[in-house]
């Protein structure tokens, strides 16, 4: 939070603190059962990875950007929808796992200068490398 007494809303931007980075956990499916592993046959499976983060949306408001669950919800959205489009780009192929590795996220919290000094704050996805193997 920064505190403000009569600065241009220019000048109130150099002043701002620097961005707080935060990570989210890795959220994997579990690996397939034993008799589903001998099945597959080694070099036929199909690995894509994607940074998710330039697909995902950032999140604005008032306060409480910092929570994992307003980055969580981002990245799950954009998972959702990059995880449909590759399931419909290889059809005939099973999914054998899939999910996100751990996630980089920042926000910024603040204050517009005087006479408003209305608070703001906003988030995004700096890093989310996801995947899905299909078999």
Not at 13 to 33: D, F, G, I, S, Y
């Amino acid at each position: 939070m920064r505190m403000i007494i009569a600065i241009s809303g220019l000048l109130a931007l150099c002043v701002a603190p620097p961005a707080a980075a935060q990570t989210l956990p890795a959220n994997r499916t579990l690996e397939p059962t034993p008799e589903v592993a001998a099945a597959i046959r080694p070099g036929s499976t199909l690995r894509i990875e994607a940074d998710l983060a330039p697909r995902a949306a950032g999140w604005r408001g008032v306060r409480n950007c910092h929570r994992a669950e307003r980055a969580r919800s981002a990245l799950r959205a954009a998972f959702d929808s990059w995880l449909g489009a590759q399931v419909r780009a290889h059809p005939g192929r099973r999914v054998l796992r899939h999910g996100w590795n751990t996630a980089r996220y920042t926000y910024r919290n603040g204050r517009d200068p005087w006479p408003d000094n209305s608070r703001w704050c906003r988030g995004r996805l700096v890093r989310a490398p996801a995947y899905v193997e299909f078999h």
